[in-house]
């Protein structure tokens, strides 16, 4: 192993030639037959991963040399190689960023104090520079050797985490283990990417087990599909290291690298000509569903976008895209599952997503086809007011432009969290297919004309006629458009070049808030 205490060489050749063997033991982490054993659990290595995450020769690596303190039960003794993660900066595409993999090779990943101290610093030069911080996760967690020095360590970057949010990107790549505390460093960053190769959990399936008595695989506790469709705690979802690299790349691209900046043009699309196909995707009956992501291609530019927490609350789609190259946060509401209704999980898994748009000065496009927040008794006692709170509050703090487009229903306070004028909406524009409304006609036809329909010969019938006549009259985008919540009632294929228009318009925006310390959101 790598060894700070080496008898220097007298010439200057062969001191370089030192160099390169001591680089050479330290870039061999736990050793060759280690390495092999990772790639043979189908991982590939810390260093690996960086190379394949960087541009070609972009890396240049910090800390190689780092060596922990003396510490207990004989560590003075071990020498370990870069301390079991790999930290420095290099480029993606050409941009600058910092990264961070740990070792698993090296006493499995564990983090102790010099390792969390490497990572921290690479955070903090993020920070300096005003560049994203990516970490590939994986690590048998705290280094039980160093105590309550490796707990420590685990709180700096905690600090460090919660110090970057809002400043650059932290994109968390979990490609191995991430269990017990340093599950919540991944949980502070803006995006988590996860491979099926990994599980992240507080307390494992044998903790578990011990305690609760239920028994529990690690891959249905803390496995990549059950983070996404069941606790919603990840972002995307990547077969493998390649997939996840892949994905981090996309995702990076839409960003900007700190929120004094905006994200890049990237092959902008000028084409706004009308889509008619747009017409035939919304049916005009309201209880019909049909997939909103379907409206989201064809406005969107080259129809690419990328979905954000696809398996988790699908009842929204939230998503990058572009605009003419712009990059844009959409929100929609997607009918084809539980009628697009908002529900806890919609609240939060939206609320996330518009704070980090807002932060970073990305524009936010709602599609909106929403009938109401959904009702039940679990959803009362799960706090669906707090939550949908959540919503109302991160569309009024927002200061992004935003763009609201009602495709169909829009009713009670669910029209009011998907963005509406009040909410700070800068542009609104409703299809012809557009209801909004506090209800729906039905509902509120048994309401007001309930005595007339009670004392009718034929209350069929005076129902049916009352509904239709409230439906003329109050549940049309015209009313909202003679009040002004609605700027433009628009032909469906105009809905690009409409959207477009705004966000160039609205791409100056200027808007500032009183001045505080922070908000106080609902948790």
Known sequence: MANNNIKLADSMAERVEQLAEQRHIIELGGGES???????????????????LLDAHSFDEVGAFRKHRTTLFGMDKAVIPADGVVTGRGTIFGRPVHVASQDFTVMGGSAGETQSTKVVETMEQALLTGTPFLFFYDSGGA??????????????????????SGVVPQIAIIAGPCAGGASYSPALTDFI?????????????AVIKSVTGEDVTADQLGGADAHMTTSGNIHFVAED?????????????????????????????????????????????GTKGYDVRDVISRIVDWGDYLEVKAGWATNIVTAFARFNGRTVGVVANQP????????????????????????????????????????????????????????????????????????????????LAMCNRDLGA??????????????????????????????????????????????????????AAARGQVDDVIDPADTRRKITAALEMYATKRQTRPAKKHGNMPC
């Open 34 to 52: 280690r390495l092999q054993k990772q790639r043979e659990r189908g991982k590939q290595t810390a260093r690996e991963r960086i190379d394949n």
């Open 143 to 164: 280094r039980i050797q160093e105590g309550i020095d490796s707990l420590s360590g685990y709180g700096k970057m905690f600090f460090a985490n919660v110090k970057l």
């Open 193 to 205: 990417i996860m491979t099926k190769k990994a599980h992240m959990f507080i307390t494992g399936p």
């Open 241 to 285: 290291d390649d997939a996840a690299v892949l994905i981090a790349k996309k995702l990076l691209s839409f960003l900007p690298q700190n929120n004094t900046e905006e994200a890049a043009f990237v092959n902008p699309n000028n084409d706004v000509s009308p889509c008619e196909e747009l017409r035939d995707i919304v049916p005009v009956e």
């Open 336 to 415: 084809k599952v539980m009628s697009g209704c908002l529900d806890i999980d919609a609240s939060d898994k939206a609320t996330e997503f518009i704070n980090f748009c807002d932060s970073f000065n990305i524009p936010l496009v709602q599609l909106v086809d929403v009938p109401g927040f959904l009702p039940g008794v679990q959803q009362e006692y799960g706090g669906i007011i707090r939550h949908g709170a959540k919503m109302l509050y991160a569309y009024s703090e927002a200061t992004v432009p935003k763009v609201t487009v009602v495709l169909r229903k829009a009713y009670g306070g669910s029209y």
């Open 426 to 479: 800068d542009a609104v524009y409703a299809w012809p297919t557009a209801e909004i409304a506090v209800m729906g006609a039905d509902g509120a036809a048994n309401v007001i004309f309930r005595r007339e329909i009670d004392a009718a010969e034929d209350p069929a019938a005076t129902r049916a006629e009352k509904i239709e006549e409230y439906r003329n009259a109050f549940n049309t985008p015209y009313v």
